[in-house]
């Protein structure tokens, strides 16, 4: 499947929907708001919820080459993807910084707070932080 029509939507899909890095993911799953919002399957008290496992494997995902996923790798991806696509039509009005919305969200690699990553090939988040954003048209010498 990574190599047919279907994985490469879903890859880029994936990394369209979750816009937290491996890093900040990771450091994010070890706050207390990151533990105590989502669901948690049914007879599972005090267990993991199913977003906080989630977001264990997307570190995995982030982190592995994309020929090394399998089958299974994408039918998580494409479940990240539906989650995101679901939950962010159900924002939330006003300041979402500190809602349990947000917390899930963010479980699932995605913060909606956050700008998305820049398109690989292009300028990092960072420089368009420091720069801003490039001009449509590039103008060379000459021209």
Same mark, same amino acid.
């Given at each position: 499947?990574?190599?047919?029509?279907?994985?490469?939507?879903?890859?880029?899909?994936?990394?369209?929907?979750?816009?937290?890095?491996?890093?900040?993911?990771?450091?994010?799953?070890?706050?207390?708001? +990151?533990?105590?919002?989502?669901?948690?399957?049914?007879? +599972?008290?005090?267990?993991?919820?199913?977003?906080?496992?989630?977001?264990?494997?997307?570190?995995?995902?982030?982190?592995?080459?994309?020929?090394?996923?399998?089958?299974?790798?994408?039918?998580?991806?494409?479940?990240?993807?539906?989650?995101?696509?679901?939950?962010?039509?159900?924002?939330?009005?006003?300041?979402?910084?500190?809602?349990?919305?947000?917390? +899930?969200?963010?479980?699932?690699?995605?913060?909606?707070?956050?700008?998305?990553?820049?398109?690989?090939?292009? @300028?990092?988040?960072?420089?368009?932080?420091?720069?801003?954003?490039? @001009?449509?048209?590039?103008?060379?010498?000459?021209?």
């Amino acid at each position: 499947m990574s190599r047919s029509e279907g994985g490469r939507d879903t890859y880029q899909e994936f990394t369209d929907a979750v816009n937290m890095r491996p890093g900040e993911l990771r450091t994010w799953l070890a706050t207390d708001e +990151s533990k105590h919002v989502g669901w948690r399957r049914k007879g +599972s008290q005090g267990a993991e919820s199913v977003g906080h496992e989630s977001g264990r494997k997307i570190i995995e995902l982030l982190r592995r080459k994309r020929g090394d996923l399998s089958a299974a790798d994408y039918q998580h991806m494409r479940k990240v993807v539906g989650y995101v696509r679901r939950h962010m039509a159900q924002r939330p009005s006003g300041d979402v910084r500190a809602t349990r919305w947000r917390y +899930s969200l963010m479980n699932w690699g995605h913060d909606p707070v956050k700008a998305p990553l820049p398109p690989p090939g292009g @300028p990092s988040r960072k420089a368009l932080q420091r720069h801003g954003a490039p @001009p449509k048209e590039r103008r060379g010498p000459g021209r």
